[in-house]
């Protein structure tokens, strides 16, 4: 009797230690993040991305503002207002849904198989479970910062829009974390499940192939399903309407269902943020099974492999001092599947950005005056948009593509002007055909030639010059020599401030060249007065061009002989 | 060859160096030991051009590293003692690639790199993404990699690192002979006999400043060798 009393004495002692054991087993994992985060954050890094921290919450203000008045425009609509604001709503997160997925996806590829801490926790007394919940951790956040951080505009939009309580602000902002835990539970399985099927190096390349295909195919789908007329109310109206994006099976709904009625101060119906909280628990757990059952095997798998590379077309090719870099950037693009990757992307949204100018019927609209060239100069800003992302991508993450080995370059003859010329041209050059091709069709789609023509590709290539230019030099003033993926890269502080400053540049220019415009057609060049404004506009375009060229350049250069904390 | 001038460093108010004066020969093996956290890696990188020293000059033959870095670099190779590579190249087109860097002709550069990767033992592999490199393969691809230019001095900062046996031995080779043909070496390490074998000379560091500087037979006379010496000088 006092034996069996001391059997489960001992057994609830287990389980308790085990519950302990589990608990701070986590946190002890996830201690050097925090630890990490802490240690990186001084005054004198806080004061140094003051700038960047500013242009973040302008940015945010702007969002916050447009949001706003998109939300007053649709709610204005007699009767089909509020319907409108709701569908806006629901699919805000219809396709959120879907894009954090494939984030996660993404995210926790690097997180789970290509992390350099992988081996070292391996190697250590832990658990498998606890390494996966640290990795989901990890994936989680990593895939949902971003979005986390640009979505409370529109959440503070809304309440304000429906001057909503503190009971709506703790309900979306409760709803949108579950709802980011279900897709990164939903990723994260996907991901164990795909990198059994395939090696993790080449399931990004799987995978971000499958997204863009299906992304492409989702956008024809519903491209064709609309109404193609929204010049009018009612064409807006049975556009917006005909997304079918409220299936209850969905969470986008659940959220929508579960953050209304409180939004509008109706009724507060418990049963949609059960069912997200329930459906997070049971996507993370999924998760977690997915991970228990693959993972160790799946890891055993992706070690390299001395693997033989052919020499190929250029095994003759011999690169001069002026060459070699640029040669050495352009074949690590191509078998770096983290680099070369991006390009699918890009070009999905190129494509998509190209067929909508396609669809615009600009000849239906020829009775406007100078309509065309409003859309010549919708385009040149969307494709100044188009420019400062890709220009992220490609041109201002070029120095950090460097990495650790940046010591070969510090330690070499190379003068460091060169070798940010070189980065410099790596960028340029296909930027520069990507865009000058990109105007051209869209141009052509309108039926835009003649003077419109030159005037906008030589505004193109002005642009690019410039925008290569601030994006190479603040790469070189920003670098970031230890990343996980080169993706992070431009989506850093530095990155988005890069892209921000990038499309200020082209909105300035295109504003001045617009302004000239209006002086040369709309007022009558008589006086001296309209000729001294054509020829300021003209000076201050150059200036804003050849000085977002030239300071980040210098400096960058400077920078970059300067010590820096990877050596 | 190699001139520190009252050379200093300081990082965030700590001094890392401290007014280390220095002269190595033509063709010397000039070895500096000392414990982890003396300055041996600042004053290597100070003399690469990787740090600038806050005080003193350093001359790498007649150019000084920082009013001429450039024709002192294309003096100098450099074996560091983490092996960050370029991991989507291959053997031979990184060699190809440090090749260009340096001006080499074509016709030279091919030949020394088949000379290299012979001579390190990496010929078989030189199809081979360095991604898949074990510790020893990098390391031995760095020393290919650094004499590819034939340097006038070598500055090696833990120069056995990962290297298996016949590795080391290949490399002690090398260094030997790269020193009778007039190279200079300067080289960091923790490994005392490795230094008292190869060294002419060991200079031995502690919180950043040079203790003292022993020859070969200085240290021979000491019983207990180099680590005998190391222990009493650290105590």
Same mark, same amino acid.
């Given at each position: 009797?006092?034996?069996?009393?001391?059997?489960?004495?001992?057994?609830?002692?287990?389980?308790?230690?085990?519950?302990?054991?589990?608990?701070?087993?986590?946190?002890?994992?996830?201690?050097?993040?925090?630890?990490?985060?802490?240690?990186?954050?001084?005054?004198?890094?806080?004061?140094?991305?003051?700038?960047f921290?500013?242009?973040?919450?302008?940015?945010?203000?702007?969002?916050?503002?447009?949001?706003?008045?998109?939300?007053?425009?649709?709610?204005?609509?007699?009767?089909?207002?509020?319907?409108?604001s709701?569908?806006?709503?629901?699919?805000?997160?219809?396709?959120?849904?879907?894009?954090?997925?494939?984030?996660?996806?993404?995210?926790?590829?690097s997180?789970?198989?290509?992390?350099?801490?992988?081996q070292?926790?391996?190697?250590? /007394?832990?658990k498998?479970?606890?390494?996966?919940r640290?990795?989901?951790?990890?994936?989680?956040?990593?895939?949902?910062?971003m979005?986390?951080?640009?979505?409370?505009?529109?959440?503070?939009?809304?309440?304000?829009?429906y001057?909503?309580?503190?009971?709506?602000?703790?309900?979306?902002?409760?709803?949108?974390?579950?709802?980011?835990l279900?897709?990164?539970?939903?990723?994260i399985?996907?991901?164990?499940?795909?990198?059994?099927?395939?090696?993790?190096?080449?399931?990004?390349?799987?995978?971000?192939?499958?997204?863009?295909v299906?992304? #492409?195919?989702?956008?024809?789908?519903?491209?064709g399903?609309?109404?193609?007329?929204?010049?009018t109310?009612?064409?807006?109206?049975?556009?917006?309407?005909?997304?079918?994006?409220?299936?209850?099976?969905?969470?986008?709904?659940?959220?929508?269902?579960?953050v209304?009625?409180?939004?509008?101060?109706?009724?507060?119906?418990?049963?949609?943020?059960?069912?997200?909280?329930?459906?997070?628990?049971?996507?993370?757990?999924l998760s977690?099974?997915?991970?228990?059952?693959?993972?160790?095997?799946?890891?055993?798998?992706?070690?390299?492999?001395?693997?033989?590379?052919?020499?190929?077309?250029?095994?003759?090719?011999? /690169?001069?001092?002026?060459?070699?870099?640029?040669?050495?950037?352009?074949?690590?693009?191509?078998?770096?599947?983290?680099?070369w990757?991006q390009?699918?992307?890009?070009?999905?949204?190129?494509?998509?950005?190209?067929y909508?100018?396609?669809?615009?019927?600009?000849?239906?609209?020829?009775?406007?005056?100078?309509?065309?060239?409003?859309?010549?100069?919708?385009?040149?800003?969307?494709? %100044?948009l188009v420019?400062?992302?890709?220009?992220?991508?490609?041109?201002?993450?070029?120095?950090?593509?460097?990495?650790?080995?940046?010591?070969?370059?510090?330690?070499? /003859?190379?003068?460091?002007?060169?070798?940010?010329?070189?980065?410099?041209?790596?960028?340029?050059?296909?930027?520069?055909?990507?865009?000058?091709?990109?105007?051209?069709?869209?141009?052509?789609?309108?039926?835009?030639?003649g003077?419109?023509?030159?005037?906008?590709?030589?505004?193109?290539?002005?642009?690019?010059?410039?925008?290569?230019?601030? %994006?190479?030099?603040?790469?070189?003033?920003?670098p970031?020599?230890?990343?996980?993926?080169?993706?992070?890269?431009?989506?850093?502080?530095?990155?988005?401030?890069?892209?921000?400053?990038?499309?200020?540049?082209?909105?300035?220019?295109?504003?001045?060249?617009?302004?000239?415009?209006?002086v040369?057609? #709309?007022?009558?060049?008589?006086?001296?007065?309209?000729?001294?404004?054509?020829?300021?506009?003209?000076?201050?375009?150059?200036l804003?061009?050849?000085?977002?060229?030239?300071? /980040?350049?210098?400096? %960058?250069?400077?920078?970059?002989?300067?010590?820096?904390?990877?050596? | 060859?190699?001139?520190?001038?009252?050379?200093?460093?300081? =990082?965030n108010?700590?001094?890392?160096?401290?007014?280390?004066?220095?002269?190595?020969?033509?063709?010397?093996?000039?070895?500096?030991?000392?414990?982890?956290?003396?300055?041996?890696?600042?004053?290597?990188?100070?003399?690469?051009?990787?740090?600038?020293?806050?005080?003193?000059?350093?001359?790498?033959?007649?150019?000084?590293?920082?009013?001429?870095?450039?024709?002192?670099?294309?003096?100098?190779?450099?074996?560091?003692?983490?092996a960050?590579?370029?991991?989507?190249?291959?053997?031979?087109? =990184?060699?190809?690639?440090?090749?260009?860097?340096?001006?080499?002709?074509?016709?030279?550069?091919?030949?020394?790199?088949?000379?290299?990767?012979?001579?390190?033992?990496?010929?078989?592999?030189?199809?081979?993404?360095?991604?898949?490199?074990?510790?020893?393969?990098?390391?031995?691809?760095?020393?290919?990699?650094?004499?590819?230019?034939?340097?006038?001095?070598?500055?090696?900062?833990?120069?056995?690192?990962?290297?298996?046996?016949?590795?080391v031995?290949?490399?002690?080779?090398?260094?030997?002979?790269?020193?009778?043909?007039?190279?200079?070496?300067?080289?960091?390490?923790?490994?005392?006999?490795i230094?008292?074998?190869?060294?002419?000379?060991?200079?031995?560091?502690? @919180?950043?400043?040079?203790?003292?500087?022993?020859?070969?037979?200085?240290?021979?006379?000491? @019983?207990?060798?180099?680590?005998?010496?190391?222990?009493?000088?650290?105590?």
């Amino acid at each position: 009797m006092q034996d069996a009393g001391y059997k489960i004495k001992s057994r609830i002692v287990h389980h308790v230690s085990c519950i302990v054991y589990l608990e701070t087993m986590i946190l002890i994992l996830i201690k050097p993040k925090i630890l990490s985060v802490k240690n990186s954050i001084s005054t004198k890094v806080v004061l140094r991305r003051l700038p960047f921290i500013a242009i973040g919450l302008g940015f945010w203000f702007l969002f916050y503002i447009g949001t706003l008045k998109v939300l007053s425009y649709v709610r204005e609509i007699i009767f089909f207002g509020e319907i409108l604001s709701r569908k806006l709503f629901s699919m805000t997160f219809f396709s959120l849904f879907g894009f954090l997925i494939l984030s996660s996806i993404i995210t926790a590829i690097s997180s789970f198989y290509l992390s350099k801490d992988t081996q070292l926790l391996l190697s250590k /007394p832990v658990k498998i479970r606890d390494i996966l919940r640290l990795k989901a951790f990890d994936a989680f956040t990593n895939s949902s910062w971003m979005v986390l951080s640009f979505m409370p505009p529109v959440f503070i939009a809304y309440g304000v829009s429906y001057g909503a309580g503190a009971g709506y602000y703790l309900m979306i902002f409760g709803c949108f974390f579950l709802f980011s835990l279900i897709t990164a539970g939903i990723g994260i399985a996907i991901t164990h499940i795909l990198t059994r099927l395939f090696p993790a190096k080449r399931t990004r390349n799987v995978f971000l192939g499958i997204g863009v295909v299906l992304f #492409l195919l989702l956008y024809f789908l519903i491209k064709g399903l609309i109404p193609q007329d929204i010049s009018t109310p009612e064409g807006l109206i049975n556009s917006i309407m005909s997304f079918k994006t409220e299936s209850p099976i969905l969470p986008s709904y659940w959220i929508t269902e579960a953050v209304f009625p409180i939004l509008k101060e109706s009724s507060f119906n418990i049963f949609y943020p059960i069912i997200l909280l329930g459906s997070a628990l049971f996507f993370i757990f999924l998760s977690e099974i997915a991970g228990l059952w693959f993972y160790r095997k799946n890891i055993e798998r992706i070690q390299p492999s001395g693997e033989r590379v052919e020499r190929g077309f250029f095994r003759r090719y011999y /690169p001069e001092i002026n060459t070699a870099l640029f040669y050495k950037d352009i074949k690590t693009f191509f078998r770096d599947a983290g680099q070369w990757s991006q390009v699918i992307i890009i070009g999905a949204l190129i494509m998509i950005y190209v067929y909508n100018f396609k669809s615009i019927p600009v000849n239906a609209l020829s009775g406007f005056s100078f309509i065309r060239e409003i859309m010549v100069l919708v385009n040149l800003v969307l494709s %100044g948009l188009v420019l400062s992302a890709v220009s992220a991508r490609f041109i201002y993450a070029s120095v950090s593509l460097e990495g650790q080995a940046f010591w070969i370059i510090r330690t070499s /003859p190379i003068v460091i002007r060169k070798f940010l010329w070189s980065k410099f041209l790596y960028g340029f050059i296909p930027v520069t055909t990507l865009m000058l091709v990109l105007v051209f069709l869209t141009n052509l789609a309108m039926n835009a030639g003649g003077i419109l023509m030159y005037i906008s590709l030589g505004t193109v290539l002005m642009l690019c010059v410039s925008v290569s230019g601030l %994006g190479t030099g603040f790469g070189a003033i920003y670098p970031k020599f230890k990343y996980e993926n080169i993706a992070s890269v431009s989506m850093s502080l530095g990155g988005m401030a890069f892209m921000l400053i990038a499309f200020s540049v082209v909105i300035a220019t295109l504003s001045l060249e617009t302004w000239i415009f209006y002086v040369y057609f #709309l007022k009558e060049v008589t006086g001296t007065s309209e000729k001294l404004q054509i020829a300021t506009s003209i000076i201050g375009i150059v200036l804003i061009n050849a000085g977002a060229f030239y300071f /980040p350049m210098r400096i %960058g250069e400077k920078k970059l002989r300067e010590e820096t904390g990877i050596i | 060859m190699i001139i520190l001038d009252n050379i200093s460093k300081s =990082f965030n108010n700590t001094q890392a160096v401290k007014d280390i004066s220095l002269t190595v020969n033509t063709g010397e093996i000039f070895g500096i030991v000392g414990p982890n956290g003396a300055g041996k890696t600042t004053t290597i990188k100070m003399m690469t051009g990787l740090l600038t020293p806050d005080e003193g000059n350093i001359l790498l033959g007649k150019y000084d590293i920082v009013k001429e870095p450039i024709k002192a670099k294309s003096i100098l190779g450099y074996v560091p003692d983490k092996a960050f590579l370029y991991e989507k190249l291959t053997a031979r087109e =990184f060699l190809i690639f440090i090749s260009s860097i340096y001006g080499i002709p074509k016709s030279e550069a091919l030949s020394r790199i088949d000379e290299m990767l012979e001579l390190f033992g990496i010929k078989d592999v030189e199809d081979e993404l360095i991604e898949s490199f074990s510790q020893g393969m990098r390391q031995r691809l760095l020393f290919a990699s650094a004499l590819i230019h034939r340097p006038e001095a070598l500055l090696i900062d833990e120069p056995f690192m990962g290297l298996d046996p016949f590795g080391v031995k290949m490399l002690k080779g090398v260094i030997k002979d790269l020193s009778s043909k007039g190279v200079t070496i300067f080289l960091a390490t923790h490994s005392l006999h490795i230094a008292e074998e190869l060294c002419n000379r060991v200079g031995f560091i502690n @919180k950043g400043s040079i203790i003292s500087i022993k020859t070969r037979d200085e240290i021979s006379e000491v @019983k207990g060798g180099l680590e005998g010496l190391f222990m009493e000088i650290g105590n």
